[in-house]
């Protein structure tokens, strides 16, 4: 059904009852069929204003080609901010680089430390965030595991100017040794910048997946009049954020809503 979910499977809505009424809360990493997602440019709208979230970016893998076609759909749907991205995507690293429509170049799959190091400053030089994604989720892979590869340090990363790291992603991959690392720097005031937490969905599936965290943005009552990209992004680099998180299971309403439409194709 990749490309094909029919667009009622996204008519309901859907917040977890931990998140304060009052929250913005962000999505830094999504997925369509750009890359490996299942969904549409404008499914991926629907997804994520059906699951409670205010804002979004579409960071499919190495590619931007979705971008321009769901920035077209910003004024249809009003409710929710939705921002361009690019995950950079190797067997070392995956970085996410929000606010651009597209990233240039060959994107070498083992790259050595300085052309990591060159990529977030050429990224952050075009104007994007860069984020650090699902590190857990990496070290887990089989060519991490058994050494072939080495991910760069949360010291390294920070050193190389990155803005934040996602410590929750999908439905399981919690990373609590970044949470730790960033307290001890602090402690020893070791950190010279803000280093904002991230929740990214990460989704590609709606059928299988479901949302376990969200990024709070915490604005002022001010920016909430009228939040946009330059105001997510100010509170970004200065780590106004806040990561909720509810790992419950529940089978999600687009599989409950495929499982009617096969029990009733067979009736």
């Known amino acids: 059904?990749?490309?094909?979910?029919?667009?009622?499977?996204?008519?309901?809505?859907?917040?977890?009852?931990?998140?304060?009424?009052?929250?913005?809360?962000?999505d830094p990493h999504?997925?369509?069929?750009?890359?490996?997602?299942?969904?549409?440019?404008?499914?991926?709208?629907?997804?994520?204003?059906?699951?409670?979230?205010?804002?979004?970016?579409?960071?499919?893998?190495?590619?931007?080609?979705?971008?321009?076609?769901?920035?077209?759909?910003?004024?249809k749907y009003p409710e929710i901010l939705i921002i361009p991205g690019f995950e950079w995507t190797t067997i070392r690293i995956h970085l996410n680089f929000l606010g651009i429509k597209d990233f240039p170049g060959r994107i070498h799959m083992n790259p050595k430390d300085e052309i990591i190091k060159s990529t977030i400053k050429q990224a952050k030089e075009m104007g994007a965030i860069v984020q650090v994604d699902h590190i857990t989720w990496t070290l887990n892979q089989k060519g991490h595991r058994?050494?072939?590869?080495?991910?760069?340090?949360?010291e390294q990363?920070?050193?190389?100017?990155?803005?934040?790291?996602?410590?929750?992603?999908?439905?399981?991959?919690?990373?609590?040794?970044?949470?730790?690392?960033?307290?001890?720097?602090?402690?020893?005031?070791q950190l010279k910048r803000p280093i904002y937490l991230s929740s990214g969905t990460d989704i590609h599936n709606p059928i299988k997946?479901?949302?376990?965290?969200?990024?709070?943005?915490?604005?002022?009552?001010?920016?909430?009049?009228?939040?946009?990209?330059?105001?997510?992004?100010?509170?970004l680099l200065e780590g106004r954020t806040r990561v909720w998180m509810d790992h419950d299971y529940y089978e999600t309403y687009e599989s409950k809503q495929l499982k009617l439409r096969k029990k009733l194709k067979k009736d």
């Open 1 to 26: 059904m990749r490309g094909k979910i029919p667009d009622d499977f996204f008519n309901y809505k859907k917040k977890s009852d931990i998140l304060p009424e009052e929250g913005f809360f962000f």
């Open 30 to 75: 999504s997925h369509t069929t750009a890359s490996d997602g299942w969904m549409t440019p404008e499914q991926c709208i629907k997804w994520h204003i059906a699951n409670g979230f205010d804002a979004f970016a579409l960071t499919d893998h190495n590619t931007g080609k979705n971008n321009n076609p769901i920035l077209k759909l910003q004024k």
């Open 146 to 154: 058994s050494g072939k590869y080495t991910h760069p340090s949360r």
């Open 157 to 189: 990363l920070i050193d190389w100017g990155v803005d934040g790291f996602e410590i929750n992603n999908e439905t399981r991959w919690f990373d609590s040794k970044t949470i730790h690392i960033l307290e001890k720097l602090k402690k020893s005031n």
């Open 209 to 235: 997946e479901w949302v376990t965290g969200w990024t709070e943005v915490l604005l002022t009552s001010v920016e909430r009049e009228n939040p946009d990209w330059n105001i997510i992004k100010n509170a």
